[in-house]
T-cell receptor, first 110, second 114 residues
Framework: QKEVEQDPGPLSVPEGAIVSLNCTYS??????FMWYRQYSRKGPELLMY????GNKEDGRFTAQVDKSSKYISLFIRDSQPSDSATYLC??????????FGTGTRLTVIP | GAVVSQHPSWVICKSGTSVKIECRSL??????MFWYRQFPKQSLMLMAT?????????EQGVEKDKFLINHASLTLSTLTVTSAHPEDSSFYIC??????????FGPGTRLTVL
């Protein structure tokens, strides 16, 4: 079983739609949860981070962590064509190594 | 956030040759840098942790004699793929920053071995 599971998609939505991206994990020691956005042929860019369970909102983006279910989500409201990218979830314990999901490829259609 | 550059961005080489990839942290003093490999449609996989002034720490299954890492200064780490083979073709990405909210990736280097 992989440490982090993420549906690779691809996911296509019309502009303005609400996008829901999800990851599940197996290691209950994970404490820090991140979402990265990666454009084609570029390095990942940190989008959101949360510590432990709860919600965090930043503009059109909301990150949710449910540690009891080992489930994290990223919601994108009013999606834009510029949001088209691959979204990777990542998580870590207190140590340095990040465990990544495979990434979900999102396309927002104008 | 920190600016991280990688050079080259894309390299094609013949099988059996060696390729050096540079990772530079332009405005962040990085005692530690991380090297990842990403195959198509797969996760980023940590290969090794590069430590300034000392030996790198390799993840299980990564050959240290094949992937040579040098971290000569606080702003530069290099990854050399020695005797590259087609199965080494991948996207190589470095990361700097250790705090969970300070994670800066380079733009990546695409290696194609013919």
């Amino acid at each position: 079983q992989k440490e982090v599971e993420q549906d690779p998609g691809p996911l296509s939505v019309p502009e303005g739609a609400i996008v829901s991206l999800n990851c599940t994990y197996s290691n209950s020691a994970f404490q820090y949860f991140m979402w990265y956005r990666q454009y084609s042929r570029k390095g990942p860019e940190l989008l959101m981070y949360t510590y432990s369970s709860g919600n965090k909102e930043d503009g059109r983006f909301t990150a949710q962590v449910d540690k009891s279910s080992k489930y994290i989500s990223l919601f994108i409201r009013d999606s834009q064509p510029s949001d088209s990218a691959t979204y990777l979830c990542a998580m870590r314990t207190g140590a340095n190594n990040l465990f990544f999901g495979t990434g979900t490829r999102l396309t927002v259609i104008p | 956030g920190a600016v991280v550059s990688q050079h080259p961005s894309w390299v094609i080489c013949k099988s059996g040759t060696s390729v050096k990839i540079e990772c530079r942290s332009l405005d962040f003093q990085a005692t530690t840098m991380f090297w990842y490999r990403q195959f198509p449609k797969q996760s980023l996989m940590l290969m090794a942790t590069s430590n300034e002034g000392s030996k790198a720490t390799y993840e299980q299954g990564v050959e240290k004699d094949k992937f040579l890492i040098n971290h000569a200064s606080l702003t530069l780490s290099t990854l050399t793929v020695t005797s590259a083979h087609p199965e080494d073709s991948s996207f190589y990405i470095c990361r700097v920053g250790q705090a969970y909210n300070e994670q800066f990736f380079g733009p990546g280097t695409r290696l194609t071995v013919l």
